[in-house]
């Protein structure tokens, strides 16, 4: 059994412009000691798939269907108690930007004790003794000193791993990273990702990368899902999909990453027009409005999810005739 498995997942907001399909039907697993990226353009709902598996976008104007199972138990299913109970011991999550997700009134060696007592009954002592090992885990220097810091002293890098180390605090099963690496530059980007990999191979946890970048994903993804306009349209082992894509927008994502072994000629081809609104998605396949191979057929009905090999999956009726392997950036 797969440590996560979301089967049909559905998300919906309601709007004063109205119901914003935010998510609708992705289907994927999650297994022990993998990492799945999930990549897609903003928009996509690749960030809202991850908030919905913590339960975070659970509200009186949300409405929320399929299952979210973790070791076969539905999450979606768990009252607010009990889920918070999986929230950083089974499951833990880091945000997008450290500044916002850290509080600048406390010390961060403080917010992480914090998270520790709010599920472990730890002496204070004990706690801040934790706190100074994590820091000291995650690559921080003078941990002792950085525990006493607030988040606006520490670089961009070093907030993110005050960030890392509280998601780690409770040991997680799954650990997801919500574009740990946006808001920061090149070299500690590349930092940031490889400690991601050093952790999880040291503590066998899961991995759920989200990105809108698929070079990122190239690099540290096990599995693939590309998203686009809420729904999964490609999906599967990293050589399947990045090495084998066959899906018209996976493609054009491809296209639009530059290549340091590609000549130095070679022009980035982008993907024409821009993203559907969530409030108003084309019939039928909301990709097939910037599609150069969409049939008629296109606006009228929405492709399913189809095999491409053992485990690869995409949704459209007419990747097999028009799209090739020879141009990829990927091996």
Not at 141 to 165: F, T
Request: charged share 20%; hydrophobic share 45%.
């Amino acid at each position: 059994m797969a440590l996560l498995e979301l089967h049909d997942l559905r998300v919906a907001f309601r709007t004063r412009e109205g119901l914003v399909q935010a998510v609708n039907g992705v289907t994927l697993s999650v297994e022990r000691g993998r990492t799945v990226g999930l990549v897609g353009e903003s928009g996509s709902g690749k960030t809202v798939t991850a908030l919905t598996i913590l339960g975070l976008t659970r509200s009186a104007d949300a409405e929320i269907g399929g299952a979210v199972l973790l070791d076969g138990v539905d999450l979606l299913a768990l009252p607010g108690d009990a889920l918070r109970k999986v929230r950083g011991r089974r499951v833990a999550m880091v945000f997008q930007d450290p500044l916002s997700s850290l509080h600048p009134m406390h010390r961060v060696g403080w917010q992480i004790a914090e998270a520790i007592r709010a599920h472990e009954r730890v002496g204070r002592k004990a706690a801040r003794a934790r706190v100074v090992e994590l820091l000291r885990d995650v690559g921080i220097p003078s941990p002792n000193e950085r525990a006493e810091a607030y988040p606006h002293e520490l670089s961009g890098g070093m907030r993110q791993r005050v960030l890392i180390a509280m998601a780690l605090a409770l040991g997680p099963d799954l650990l997801i990273a919500d574009e740990p690496t946006s808001a920061l530059d090149v070299t500690v980007q590349a930092q940031i990702l490889e400690l991601l990999a050093m952790l999880q191979h040291e503590t066998g946890m899961a991995l759920v990368l989200v990105s809108h970048d698929l070079g990122v994903i190239a690099e540290h993804a096990d599995e693939v899902v590309v998203m686009y306009a809420g729904r999964v349209v490609e999906q599967g082992r990293r050589d399947e999909v990045i090495g084998a894509a066959v899906h018209p927008y996976t493609r054009g994502l491809l296209g639009s990453i530059t290549s340091i072994d590609g000549p130095k000629a070679a022009l980035l081809t982008p993907i024409p027009g821009s993203p559907p609104s969530a409030t108003q998605l084309p019939s039928g396949c909301a990709f097939h409005p910037r599609c150069n191979h969409a049939l008629p057929s296109c606006a009228e009905s929405v492709p399913s999810l189809s095999r491409h090999g053992a485990t690869h999956r995409v949704a459209c009726p007419v990747v097999a005739p028009v799209m090739s392997n020879a141009d990829s950036p990927w091996p």
